[in-house]
């Protein structure tokens, strides 16, 4: 067995006997474009690298029981970047779904791709339907593709399907609770995540979420995603098992 492999298999090992494993782990994946700048490269080729990442997160995630993962793979903000950009990513969802949709479907994982895919070409659509159809099947692994994604656009869908509701006389506003507001938004069907990861060592939310991560404890490494690979899955596993999460109760004892 190489070096390597023993130390993940110590390190999954150690996940596994540390605590309870985050139901649902959400990764804003960052820093592709200084990867590649870093080498010298275009900044698609460090998108292209970074899916090898998602490779390699699924994996870790399928390791360690993991039951949801959501990942920011494209902000709606991101339509600003320069054309050549947003078409190679495009080109790249396309690739991403042809290349691993069969493997994801035999591993379990159902793929779910949220956000306003309004605004996708025909290509990347027919792929979102593509690896969608491949995998509905899935039951090991929910994976949430967050494409054409802002989560303020989601908290406004949400409420204008409520509102809607109501002018159809179908609900009454006090019918709004948090557990129905959640139901309404993309994310449906996945518990909020226990865990927030974000790569690349920048300290913010960048519209990921807003809602669901009102309890999320939050996991920063200086690891660029191109390079992001299971151990580091495993490690903000781990930093997560040692949080104590208090949901604004104190401890007992304390
Ligand atoms: C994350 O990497 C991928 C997307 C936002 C599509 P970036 O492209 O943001 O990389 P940096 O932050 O410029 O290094
Ligand atoms: C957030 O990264 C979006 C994704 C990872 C898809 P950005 O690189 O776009 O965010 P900012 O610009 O640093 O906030
Ligand atoms: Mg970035």
Known sequence: MS??????????????????VPAHVAIIMDGNGRWASERGLPRWMG????????????????????????LYAFSKENW????????????????????ERQALAEKGVRVRVIGDLSRLSKQALKAVESI?????????????????????????QAARSLAMECVAGEISPADITEDRFASALYTSGSPDPDLLVRTSGEMRVSNFLLWQIAYS???????????FGESDLYEAVLDYQRRERRFGRVTLGA
Request: glycine fraction near 10%; proline fraction near 3%.
């Open 3 to 20: 070096d390597r492999k023993h130390g993940l298999d110590a390190l999954l090992e150690q996940v596994q006997s540390g605590g309870d």
């Open 47 to 70: 998108h292209r690298e970074g899916m090898k990442s998602v490779r390699r997160c699924v994996t870790g995630a399928l390791d360690l029981g993991i039951r949801h993962v959501t």
């Open 217 to 227: 404890e939050i996991h920063v490494t200086p690891v660029l995603w191109p390079d």
């Open 132 to 156: 969608q159809g491949t995998t509905e099947g899935g039951e090991e692994l929910m994976l949430n593709l967050a494409i054409s994604y802002g989560s303020r656009d989601e908290i406004l």
């Open 80 to 99: 600003s970047r320069p054309l050549e950009e947003v078409s190679a990513l495009m080109r790249l969802l396309s690739e991403y779904v042809e290349r």
